[in-house]
């Protein structure tokens, strides 16, 4: 090994060995441990003692619950209602379906499905009413509303264009604003 090599090395060795010793003084002067980040007070390393919260879902049955406004404008909606006896979603078997489609959802009194679950996103195709197949699954986006006190408050306030999209979407009439095309 030359001379300019073995120098070149003993400098990278010796910048290595400062780094280690600048991170063990300040690991030792914060005293920071995997138990002292994030919100839980466990290791960050071992999963086997904490269980995530998921709250204690609304039970009522639809239409006897409050709705919750949506986290923002075009967001999913949370389902406000029990979903007991509704599962499994299946392309032909969506039990949804018989309250939120459109022709439906005026009689009882359901959210309806918006314009933009009927039509293809990827050619801009409308689909004569009928769903696209990609959007059978409504729990995909859609989560039960649960009763939960989270553990670092939310202060994130969405902001709506207008009143009604709180509760419904507008996404289709939106999708390509600002877009231009040459």
């Keep these: 090994m030359s001379r300019k090599s073995r120098t070149v090395l003993t400098i990278v060795i010796a910048g290595i060995m400062s780094l280690c010793a600048v991170h063990t003084y300040a690991q030792q002067e914060k005293g920071f441990s995997s138990e002292d980040l994030g ?57 949804c379906m018989g309250c939120h489609m459109p022709a439906e959802a005026g009689a009882t009194g359901a959210t309806p499905i918006p314009k933009s679950h009927f039509v293809d996103l990827n050619t801009g195709m409308e689909l004569g009413g009928n769903l696209d197949g990609d959007r059978y699954n409504c729990m995909q986006c859609h989560v039960m509303q649960t009763t939960i006190t989270p553990p670092v408050k939310n202060l994130f306030k969405g902001e709506f264009r207008d009143k009604k999209g709180n509760y419904r979407s507008n996404l289709l009439d939106v999708l390509n604003e600002g877009v231009t095309t040459e």
Aim: proline content about 12%; hydrophobic content about 25%; glycine content about 6%.
């Design 39 to 95: 919100i839980r007070k466990e290791s960050l390393y071992d999963e086997s003692s904490e269980t995530p919260l998921h709250g204690e879902p609304i039970r009522k049955e639809p239409g006897e619950s409050k709705r919750f406004e949506r986290s923002f404008e075009n967001s999913p909606p949370l389902i406000p209602h029990d979903i007991t006896g509704m599962l499994p979603i299946a392309q032909t078997d969506n039990l």
